[in-house]
């Protein structure tokens, strides 16, 4: 087993297996960003009606509220390199029925609705499989980075995404755009299926409704999960003010292009990349409370800098500083959490907090885009700023997160040895 004192933040990319499927993942992470902006152009061309398009959005944000905990109990139940590959198999399905529809003629808004309804339940159903897979994948002092690394692919292709399905849309259309979505998954399938060696889970719940009651019960229970768990729905109702008024922001005060918001979009993903580099440095699976303090100063700093930012490359330093903020309490508190979730727990552990942030971040996007509207964009900003750093105050004493310094009772010494290549 590898013996340096701190594992570098690109470090879980050494263990094969994690590596292999990080790269997979970020393909299948761009197709699904190329498959909402498909959507939306589509049903743009099918219908004016406001609501028709706004449905869109709403068909797949809806299933990450309605099915997160019985993902997440699933994800628990059954076996997750079983469970992965057929959640990745239906995605490609539907995925594909769009393409078909598409160049057939026959697609029409509701048939867009319920293909991209489905392809949200397909996803939603995997997500707490992917991140309970993480854990068994790479060494205990990896978490953090692996997590950070998740995030990275997400924001990435967040950001390639819809810059790729501009481009295909207009050489062939949106139906090019579904069949390259549905081509993404493939490499997940593959790579899930050379994963054999999950760790033993004992007894497995046999009914959906007991098993979310008993992951609920288990997170509640717990004041070493509950906690977290409470913050990650706090931090993240305080932080989506940030991106509540961003592009007001970036068109009102900051007057860029698309591509100027490119840069502000780039700054955010720059400081997320900082901030897992960073983390392991500064001990913070040891003292989370040190590094989340840390982090709140540096996101309120940034959120206050670009507040008041009248040119685009100092609204470009705020928000890299207020992503590496970000990505520092998501990173701290996610970790801490995960690797206190034992492995017949960890899918149904992963949706509670999937669930908390998704809920912190809509609840945090309408209020702060009230305020706003009441009080300016710069004032909700500065306030957001403020109220977080108030909340990070007194977190530690209401809600106090221990440090972990132990070897993840589910993570295997060997899976870094056998599955690593390099040094």
């Given at each position: 087993?590898?013996?340096e004192?701190?594992?570098?933040?690109?470090?879980?990319?050494?263990?094969?297996?994690?590596?292999?499927?990080?790269?997979?993942?970020?393909?299948?992470?761009?197709?699904?960003?190329?498959?909402?902006?498909?959507?939306?152009?589509?049903?743009?061309?099918?219908?004016?009606?406001?609501?028709?398009?706004?449905?869109?959005?709403?068909?797949?944000?809806?299933?990450?509220f309605?099915?997160?905990?019985?993902?997440?109990?699933?994800?628990?139940?059954?076996?997750?390199?079983?469970?992965?590959?057929?959640?990745?198999?239906?995605?490609?399905?539907?995925?594909?029925?769009?393409?078909?529809?598409?160049?057939?003629g026959?697609?029409s808004?509701?048939?867009?609705?319920?293909?991209?309804?489905?392809?949200?339940?397909?996803?939603?159903?995997?997500?707490?499989?992917?991140?309970?897979?993480?854990?068994?994948?790479?060494?205990?002092?990896?978490?953090?980075?692996?997590?950070?690394?998740?995030?990275?692919?997400?924001?990435?292709?967040?950001?390639?995404?819809?810059?790729?399905?501009?481009?295909?849309?207009?050489?062939?259309?949106?139906?090019?755009?579904?069949?390259?979505?549905?081509?993404?998954f493939v490499?997940?399938?593959?790579?899930?299926?050379?994963?054999?060696?999950?760790?033993?889970?004992?007894?497995?719940?046999?009914?959906?409704?007991?098993?979310?009651?008993?992951?609920?019960?288990h997170?509640?229970?717990?004041?070493?999960?509950?906690?977290?768990?409470?913050?990650l729905?706090?931090?993240?109702?305080?932080?989506?003010?940030?991106?509540?008024?961003?592009?007001?922001?970036?068109?009102?005060?900051?007057?860029?292009?698309?591509?100027?918001?490119?840069?502000?979009?780039?700054?955010?993903?720059?400081?997320?990349?900082?901030?897992?580099?960073?983390m392991?440095?500064?001990?913070?699976?040891?003292?989370p409370?040190?590094?989340?303090?840390?982090?709140?100063?540096?996101?309120?700093?940034?959120?206050?800098?670009?507040?008041?930012?009248?040119?685009?490359?100092?609204?470009?330093?705020?928000?890299?500083?207020?992503?590496?903020?970000?990505?520092?309490?998501?990173?701290?508190?996610?970790?801490?959490?995960?690797?206190?979730?034992?492995?017949?727990?960890?899918?149904?552990?992963?949706?509670?907090?999937?669930?908390?942030?998704?809920?912190?971040?809509?609840?945090?996007?309408?209020g702060?885009?009230?305020?706003?509207?009441?009080?300016g964009?710069?004032?909700?900003?500065?306030?957001?700023?403020?109220?977080?750093?108030v909340?990070?105050?007194?977190?530690?004493?209401?809600?106090p997160?221990?440090?972990?310094?132990?070897?993840?009772?589910?993570?295997?010494s060997?899976?870094?040895?056998s599955?690593?290549?390099?040094?």
């Open positions: 087993m590898h013996t004192p701190v594992a570098g933040p690109w470090s879980p990319l050494r263990v094969r297996l994690y590596r292999w499927l990080w790269i997979a993942g970020l393909v299948s992470n761009v197709g699904t960003f190329m498959h909402l902006v498909a959507a939306n152009w589509t049903m743009a061309t099918l219908s004016s009606s406001p609501t028709l398009v706004s449905l869109v959005q709403a068909s797949w944000a809806v299933p990450g309605l099915l997160a905990l019985h993902a997440g109990a699933f994800a628990d139940m059954l076996d997750r390199r079983t469970f992965i590959i057929t959640t990745q198999v239906a995605a490609l399905l539907v995925a594909a029925a769009l393409a078909v529809a598409q160049g057939a026959w697609m808004p509701w048939v867009l609705l319920v293909g991209t309804f489905l392809e949200s339940v397909a996803l939603t159903f995997a997500a707490p499989a992917f991140m309970a897979l993480t854990p068994e994948l790479v060494d205990a002092r990896m978490l953090p980075q692996a997590i950070g690394l998740d995030g990275i692919s997400r924001n990435a292709a967040q950001t390639l995404g819809p810059a790729f399905a501009g481009g295909v849309i207009a050489l062939t259309g949106p139906g090019g755009v579904f069949a390259l979505n549905a081509m993404s490499g997940v399938v593959i790579v899930v299926n050379g994963y054999r060696d999950g760790p033993a889970r004992g007894a497995r719940p046999a009914a959906v409704g007991g098993a979310i009651g008993e992951g609920v019960r997170v509640v229970g717990h004041a070493s999960l509950r906690r977290p768990v409470i913050r729905a706090t931090m993240t109702t305080v932080g989506a003010g940030l991106a509540a008024v961003m592009p007001l922001v970036a068109r009102e005060r900051l007057h860029v292009s698309p591509t100027g918001f490119g840069v502000l979009a780039a700054s955010l993903g720059l400081g997320s990349v900082s901030a897992v580099w960073l392991p440095r500064m001990g913070a699976a040891q003292h409370e040190r590094a989340l303090f840390c982090s709140a100063v540096v996101w309120s700093g940034g959120t206050a800098l670009f507040a008041g930012a009248g040119v685009l490359w100092v609204g470009s330093i705020g928000l890299l500083l207020a992503g590496g903020g970000t990505m520092g309490v998501l990173n701290v508190l996610f970790s801490n959490y995960t690797l206190q979730l034992s492995s017949w727990m960890r899918g149904r552990g992963s949706a509670i907090a999937m669930l908390m942030v998704w809920l912190g971040t809509s609840i945090g996007a309408v702060w885009g009230v305020l706003a509207s009441g009080i964009v710069r004032d909700s900003l500065l306030a957001a700023a403020a109220v977080n750093l909340v990070a105050a007194l977190a530690p004493a209401l809600l997160v221990r440090g972990y310094s132990g070897p993840s009772p589910s993570v295997a060997s899976v870094l040895d599955g690593s290549s390099g040094s």
